[in-house]
């Protein structure tokens, strides 16, 4: 009996289909470029499951002011598939490794046109439910300075002044004591020195009839 009920548990766990879980993935938040060079764009995933021979990669293309997005890149099964006809026809390029769960893109000859959002997606079945993930393009003629060095900037110039102006409160504060206390050893030498004579009295005056002529 024991053992009929042992197989019959091993048959159900095996029909019982195996439960998805959540799929994390991840791009970067925004990359800077310049005209004509090419910009690698990443995309990997986290899940708990082995990388599954059936993983899958997709990048959709929004340009900046538009509401509609557009297949651009898709891999699966073993096989790249780049889109021929839009505007990336013959610059993007698969350089990711997918047994290393890696889907990054190159995107090769940049132009202005190519401002917008890029978004990932990624699926590992049985772990298929997850939120793709979006990195923005900025294509520039010249790259501009950063925010963070901007700010970075400012804090250093900052800190510094907060730093001289302590120097140079605390050096006044010693130069006023230095004169406080001079003042007062000169002020005390002073009066020592009237106290003595006090002490000593005035000299009294000669005897004229002890004086020998």
């Not at 901007?150 to 120097?167: M, P």
Request: aromatic fraction near 10%; proline fraction near 6%; charged fraction near 20%.
């Amino acid at each position: 009996m024991l053992t009929f009920l042992a197989l019959a548990s091993v048959v159900l766990l095996g029909i019982v289909p195996e439960q998805s879980q959540a799929i994390v993935i991840y791009t970067g938040w925004e990359r800077h470029a310049l005209v004509g060079s090419d910009i690698r764009l990443s995309c990997s995933f986290f899940s708990w499951r082995w990388t599954s021979e059936d993983v899958t990669f997709s990048w959709t293309y929004r340009p900046d002011g538009s509401r509609d997005s557009i297949s651009i890149f898709h891999y699966t099964g073993g096989a790249a598939y780049v889109d021929n006809k839009g505007p990336f026809r013959d610059r993007v390029e698969f350089v990711g490794n997918p047994g290393r769960r890696d889907g990054s893109i190159l995107i090769k000859n940049l132009d202005f046109n190519d401002n917008g959002t890029f978004t990932c997606d990624a699926k590992n079945p049985p772990d298929i439910v997850g939120r793709p993930s979006s990195v923005r393009l900025l294509v520039f003629e010249k790259v501009p300075i950063q925010a963070g060095v901007i700010t970075g900037a400012i804090i250093g110039v900052v800190l510094g002044l907060l730093v001289l102006i302590v120097v140079i409160y605390y050096l006044m504060r010693f130069l006023v004591a230095r004169r406080v206390f001079s003042l007062s050893v000169s002020k005390h030498g002073k009066k020592k020195k009237e106290g003595s004579q006090q002490r000593q009295g005035p000299v009294p005056p000669a005897d004229p009839s002890k004086i020998k002529v």
